[in-house]
């Protein structure tokens, strides 16, 4: 079953712009994380926002979470092309749910020279 | 560096076989799971387990089992390989929950 939805599904950015990514999901949650994926490898972890945190900051990584809103968002701050990748929010859903995580389909994020 | 690794980068196999996809992590986690990854449908949940010796079905477990005899250890089995099984096949691994999972670098399957 599809929890997270990102939107877009594609951005094309320049590099020393800002990119914005949101993730819609529908049940409560225990936590969302945000991965990122290069090329079709494996997923790296960016960084994890608990149900009752609004807000949180990993170098230029910024997250904001919504709970009335059922949302989130990864903001990207002055990019670079070594950021080009695909960007998968991810929820660990309640009840239940223990560490197992549904995947949204991705933002894919290309940053131009 | 922490790391799990998956037995093979690319996989190709008829129609019919035994499949075995292998998983191994080096962080002592107790949370391991199996997902394949489709064009469209981003990343869906085949099994996991808490535990050794312990597994639980994902939302797509039909057609695949799961072995974990070992901590370390988590194989996904391909019972009879259909062409519908061409996947990227992604392996991770976690602490606990509240906590991120560590991926490896995916199996691509083609079943012909």
């Known amino acids: 079953s599809q929890q997270g939805e990102e939107d877009p599904q594609a951005l094309s950015i320049q590099e020393g712009e800002n990119a914005t990514m949101n993730c819609s999901y529908k049940?409560?949650?225990?936590?969302l994380q945000w991965y990122r994926q290069n090329s079709g490898r494996g997923l790296v972890h960016l960084i994890l926002?608990?149900?009752?945190?609004r807000e949180k900051h990993s170098g230029r990584l910024r997250v904001t979470l919504d709970t009335s809103k059922k949302s989130s968002s990864l903001l990207i701050t002055a990019s670079r092309a070594a950021d080009t990748a695909s960007y998968f929010c991810?929820?660990?859903?309640?009840?239940?749910?223990?560490?197992?995580?549904?995947f949204g389909t991705g933002t894919q994020l290309k940053v131009e020279l | 560096d922490v790391k799990v690794t998956q037995s093979s980068r690319y996989l190709v196999k008829r129609t019919g076989e035994k499949v075995f996809l292998e998983c191994v992590q080096d962080?002592?986690?107790?949370?391991m799971f199996w997902y394949r990854q489709d064009p469209g449908l981003g990343l869906r949940l085949i099994y996991f387990?808490?535990?050794?010796?312990?597994?639980e079905k994902g939302d797509i477990p039909e057609g695949y089992s799961v072995s974990r005899e070992k901590k370390e250890r988590f194989s996904l089995i391909l019972e009879s390989a259909s062409t519908n099984q061409t996947s990227m096949y992604l392996c991770?691994?976690?602490?606990?929950?509240?906590?991120?999972?560590?991926f490896g670098s995916g199996t691509r399957l083609t079943v012909v």
């Open positions: 962080m002592d986690h107790e949370n």
């Open positions: 991810a929820t660990d859903a309640l009840p239940g749910g223990g560490n197992k995580l549904t």
């Open positions: 049940t409560s949650i225990n936590n």
């Open positions: 926002i608990r149900s009752n945190e």
């Open positions: 991770a691994s976690s602490f606990s929950r509240g906590y991120g999972y560590t």
């Open positions: 387990s808490y535990d050794v010796k312990m597994k």
